[in-house]
């Protein structure tokens, strides 16, 4: 396995320093911006393969020439390695229904490892193939066993199941996302619910996956609230490693 990697990319490139690809005698893992870059180091990584060679480097500018018209230039680094298991924020999303598997199938295709649990094992069972699960009567117990920078997406079919998980996760002081399906109506009293019992509602995201288009379809509901998350997350991660440096 060869595996290349962006060590410089100046100006307007396709994938920033740092991505990476991993290329085998018939098979490609990840990605450095595809197009003609790519194919370009496809090429040079399987020549490394069949002549036994351990490493090569490319210096290439992304103009007309190989019609790529990016207009930066990239170093790529090629040597041999295997693909790292990488290590990716769990997303607890609570409520196996219609908007809570289309949100865990959205997320399998991101940097993120998304958990469904339910106590309703029908509704588990309608989830994608590969997506992980927990079947558990006690939902509760999972936010306060939950890993410090988890997210948790809390959309079960009760109310007062709601408001008790988003009471449990805002109890704690180390989850950078934690978001509630509902309305201004449904924020509202959870806002009274939880300043009752001393928590501060304000980190509460609700409702999750806010937008102008009106359109109530778990498929779109999902893409708008894996976008928000995306952006709290990584909002999150700088901030946390700006202030580790």
């Known amino acids: 396995m060869i595996r290349v990697r962006v060590i410089s990319a100046r100006g307007s490139t396709p994938r920033e320093a740092g991505a990476e690809m991993f290329v085998g005698p018939a ?47 990239v170093i790529l680094q090629l040597d041999r390695g295997e693909p790292r ?32 649990i339910d106590s309703r094992a029908a509704e588990l069972a309608m989830a994608a193939p590969g997506i992980p699960h927990r079947l558990t009567p006690l939902p509760e117990a999972e936010i306060r066993s939950a890993k410090p920078g988890s997210a948790i997406i809390i959309l ?49 995201v609700c409702p999750i996956g806010a937008n102008d288009t009106g359109d109530k379809r778990p498929a779109v509901i999902a893409a708008f609230t894996a976008t928000e998350l995306l952006v709290e997350l990584t909002a999150s991660f700088s901030e946390t490693h700006s202030c580790d440096s």
């Open 85 to 116: 298991r990488e290590s990716h924020p769990e997303v607890l999303i609570f409520g196996a229904g219609h908007v809570g598997r289309a949100l865990a199938q959205a997320l399998m295709a991101l940097p993120l490892s998304p958990v469904l």
């Open 27 to 73: 098979s490609v893992t990840g990605t450095i911006g595809g197009g003609q870059l790519e194919y370009m180091a496809i090429d040079r990584a399987r020549q490394l393969l069949g002549k036994d060679e351990a490493e090569a480097r490319m210096d290439i500018p992304l103009g007309p020439e190989i019609g790529q018209c990016c207009g930066g230039r």
């Open 156 to 204: 079960t079919h009760d109310h007062a199941l709601d408001f008790l998980l988003a009471a449990e996760a805002l109890a704690r002081r180390d989850l950078p996302y934690i978001g509630m399906i509902g309305s201004a109506t449904k924020r509202a009293q959870f806002h009274r619910f939880a300043r009752a019992r001393g928590i501060d509602p304000a980190p509460l």
